[in-house]
């Protein structure tokens, strides 16, 4: 195993804050009623390294510190930590091996957005909060297995080529991305909240389409425009 005392001192540091930061947002999920018990998990890449930070498999969100958090290689290998990382930890090292652009990875089992993969289907876009946040429906990615690269590659070859931030893995549930952690975590937030309002849209009736170009107009300004002046130019699924 490699050894994260190997690494220079400026890269121990960057763990250490991405550890710390990555374990306060696990507060996130349950906060937000995204995860029970065990299940969901965060991850960010660590700066200046192949590494990145994941929970451990297995434990309460009331046992997460930053101590308990786990080091990993882009290829999944433990680096650093006494436990055993996230079941999921093969997906998210795929996902930061094959999108450079992605620092921040989170899987929740949310009830809508889990719902909406369980029927294969992807919620569309039919909300401006959706066009803001996601550019357009959120997808649904194939049936893949946990266990191997299986469930990462559906995530890449799906978000390719697709503006979304999250895919919904059919007969699983959400996955979405960002620019870190903490804008993964929010595109996982507003993914169920879209879920959820769609769906009660639709046992009222079918909800109205929007324009793909109202869609590309509305996306484009919250990308590129809304916020406190540091918008323009910003990655995709960064925060507001």
Request: one cysteine or more.
């Amino acid at each position: 195993m490699i050894d994260l005392a190997q690494f220079p001192a400026e890269v121990r540091d960057a763990v250490a804050v991405v550890r710390a930061n990555v374990a306060a947002l696990h507060a996130e999920l349950p906060r937000n009623g995204l995860v029970v018990w065990t299940a969901g998990n965060v991850s960010e890449r660590v700066p200046g390294a192949n590494l990145f930070v994941i929970k451990p498999s297995g434990v309460s969100y009331d046992e997460l510190s930053p101590e308990s958090m786990v080091v990993c290689d882009l290829d999944g290998t433990l680096v650093d930590g006494t436990r055993a990382p996230s079941s999921d930890t093969a997906a998210h090292a795929y996902v930061y091996r094959h999108l450079p652009e992605v620092g921040g990875v989170v899987h929740t089992h949310s009830t809508y957005a889990t719902a909406w993969a369980a029927r294969g289907e992807p919620v569309p876009c039919v909300l401006t909060m959706m066009a803001d946040e996601f550019g357009g429906e959120i997808p649904i990615g194939p049936f893949a297995l946990i266990g191997d690269d299986s469930i990462g590659r559906g995530i890449v070859e799906t978000l390719r080529g697709s503006r979304s931030r999250a895919v919904l893995m059919r007969n699983h549930g959400p996955f979405t991305v960002g620019r870190d952690a903490r804008a993964a975590v929010k595109a996982a937030v507003m993914c169920e909240e879209v879920a959820r309002t769609v769906h009660i849209a639709r046992q009222l009736g079918e909800p109205l389409a929007i324009d793909q170009q109202d869609i590309d107009a509305l996306y484009a300004r919250y990308q590129n425009v809304y916020g406190q002046g540091d918008g323009a130019g910003r990655e995709k699924g960064s925060t507001a």
